[in-house]
């Protein structure tokens, strides 16, 4: 199993539908949440990598997949890992589980693009960055 980067959160207000569960679109932000710190975890910032790169990583694809339903103010827990580098891409995996559980609530990736801030053309993903999260890649 490939090391996994984790954070805690609690599910709010804003996160909810008017049943009382997870509005399903929410995980997209706890997804988010985990990757942002995933990158600062590993000295990578996302200021520094936009800035310091001169790219930006756009998604270019999202998937989820919803196993039970979150209510409000459950404890999650929020992996993050690589499930692959490729040349001009990077993929991200994400696990989602209410604290204490080992049954996983949601899971998906995203797909990042790695493209120039100038041309928005394709470019590779810098070494720096497959250095840094080499060791959260999927074996």
């Known amino acids: 199993m490939p090391k996994r980067f984790t954070i805690e959160e609690h599910v709010r207000w804003s996160d909810v539908d008017r049943a009382g569960i997870i509005y399903y679109g929410q995980f997209l932000r706890f997804f988010e949440i985990a990757e942002t710190e ?3 975890s590993v000295g990578l910032p996302y200021s520094k990598v936009f800035d310091g790169f001169d790219i930006w990583l756009p998604r270019v694809q999202i998937h989820f997949d919803f196993h ?3 209510v409000l103010d459950d404890l999650i827990e929020v992996s993050a ?3 692959r580098f490729g040349n001009k891409s990077l993929t ?3 696990e989602v ?4 559980e080992t049954d996983p609530v949601a899971d998906g990736h995203v797909v990042l693009a790695c493209v120039s801030r100038s041309t928005f053309k394709s470019v590779p993903v810098p070494a720096d960055i497959i250095d840094a999260l080499g060791p959260y890649l999927a074996e």
């Open 92 to 94: 991200l995996r994400f």
């Open 38 to 40: 995933l990158f600062r």
């Open 97 to 100: 589980n209410k604290k204490g």
């Open 81 to 83: 890992y690589v499930g």
């Open 68 to 70: 039970k339903p979150l």
